[in-house]
């Protein structure tokens, strides 16, 4: 899943899943976005975007949530304006939670899971989760700012185990 692409400009990161079976609990995948200060690029995260948070600059933004994965295509889509971020952020990690809300749940308990990283009309990467399906969570790509200014991708799976919670805090570490 690794592209060596450099000056990456406005991606976006695009999930689907299936919907749980009846009377189960709903599926719900969240797109997680940290951004890392220049100062700190493995330190705690400037902010998060989520479902429930907007980068204050409006340059990362969830376009489409869902709490079931019911409908066709992609059910959660964020879009990164990295070409307009502030020269402050040298890093941008983005993730993929399962909400435990009704117990733990994994990818390889959640049916028809993908994710999609393109730039415009290209895709810089795929993947179905299967190599992290004991996993709660995991991280999905990575971007970083060169001295340059220009942004490059590196595309990865790394599985986590905990809430959404503890991977806030773990996903943008160099011990993953």
Known sequence: MSTPNKD???????????????????NDLDII????????????????VHFDSRSPDGTITLNRDSRTGQGYGFDEVMTLELD????????VVVGVAIQQ?????TFGQVEHTAVQIREGYTNLAEDDFSSVAAATAAVVAEFVRDPSGSWGFHGTVRGFDGDPDSFTAAMGSRSR
């Open 8 to 26: 990456i400009e406005k991606v976006e990161v695009r999930v689907k899943w299936d919907p749980s079976a009846a009377g189960e609990p709903a």
């Open 33 to 48: 976005a940290a951004t890392y200060e220049k100062d700190a690029p493995y330190g705690s995260p400037a902010y998060l």
């Open 84 to 91: 307009r971020l502030s020269d402050a952020y040298a890093r």
């Open 101 to 105: 809300r009704d117990g733990r749940k």
